[in-house]
T-cell receptor, first 115, second 111 residues
Framework: EAGVTQFPSHSVIEKGQTVTLRCDPISGHDNLYWYRRVMGKEIKFLLHFVKESKQDESGMPNNRFLAERTGGTYSTLKVQPAELEDSGVYFC?????????????FGPGTRLTVL | DAKTTQPTSMDCAEGRAANLPCNHSTISGNEYVYWYRQIHSQGPQYIIHGLKNNETNEMASLIITEDRKSSTLILPHATLRDTAVYYCIVRFQGGSEKLVFGKGMKLTVNP
């Protein structure tokens, strides 16, 4: 069974440009989460989808970040326009079930560098 | 979610048991204790979780004190591949599904 996949693995962009990160969860997992670790800080929650609906987006830093999960399968996280402080590693995770107290499976992350 | 406290780092000899402590003195009755780890720059990996009873799986054992104010993750036979940052996380049942990561504890397994 394939795990959580993320694309791209690395992205280097200029300040002000747009970047879109993609996450493919484990097949059949209704719950999809985005987290990020910016330089020197802890891993922070961004948002949680249940199927195509945003269940919790309390961690989204500002309106430059837009997450979508059309059709309840893969998800995209767009940063527009990117700022220097957005540099870091963006992780996606998925879990199954409607009471997701079990394991969250994490992808390998996308390392974003904004110059 | 309750706050957790872990040592910054710990060393362990390969083949020996690694006992990783965690304090969560403000834990409430509905909060579970979870352990995740991050090996190098990979994504975090789930290890185990529990409420009040001790738990064991193929990776580790989780011992939770009777008052639930602390717990210990036990890796019975540590290998070099167990070198990682280990996170003890307290998570409320019925609240947000998110994981709240702290600074974690760096475990170094030495040959």
């Amino acid at each position: 069974e394939a795990g959580v996949t993320q694309f791209p693995s690395h992205s280097v962009i200029e300040k002000g440009q747009t970047v879109t990160l993609r996450c493919d969860p484990i097949s059949g997992h209704d719950n999809l989460y985005w987290y990020r670790r910016v330089m020197g800080k802890e891993i922070k929650f961004l948002l949680h989808f249940v199927k195509e609906s945003k269940q919790d987006e309390s961690g989204m830093p500002n309106n430059r970040f837009l997450a979508e999960r059309t059709g309840g399968t893969y998800s995209t996280l767009k940063v527009q326009p990117a700022e220097l402080e957005d540099s870091g590693v963006y992780f996606c995770a998925s879990s199954q079930g409607d009471r997701a107290l079990g394991e969250q499976f994490f992808g390998p992350g996308t390392r974003l560098t904004v110059l | 979610d309750a706050k957790t406290t872990q040592p910054t780092s710990m060393d362990c000899a390969e083949g020996r048991a690694a006992n990783l402590p965690c304090n969560h003195s403000t834990i409430s009755g509905n909060e579970y204790v979870y352990w995740y780890r991050q090996i190098h720059s990979q994504g975090p990996q789930y290890i185990i979780h529990g409420l009040k009873n001790n738990e064991t799986n193929e990776m580790a054992s989780l011992i939770i004190t009777e008052d639930r104010k602390s717990s210990t993750l036990i890796l019975p036979h540590a290998t070099l591949r167990d070198t990682a940052v280990y996170y003890c996380i307290v998570r409320f049942q019925g609240g947000s599904e998110k994981l709240v990561f702290g600074k974690g504890m760096k475990l170094t397994v030495n040959p």
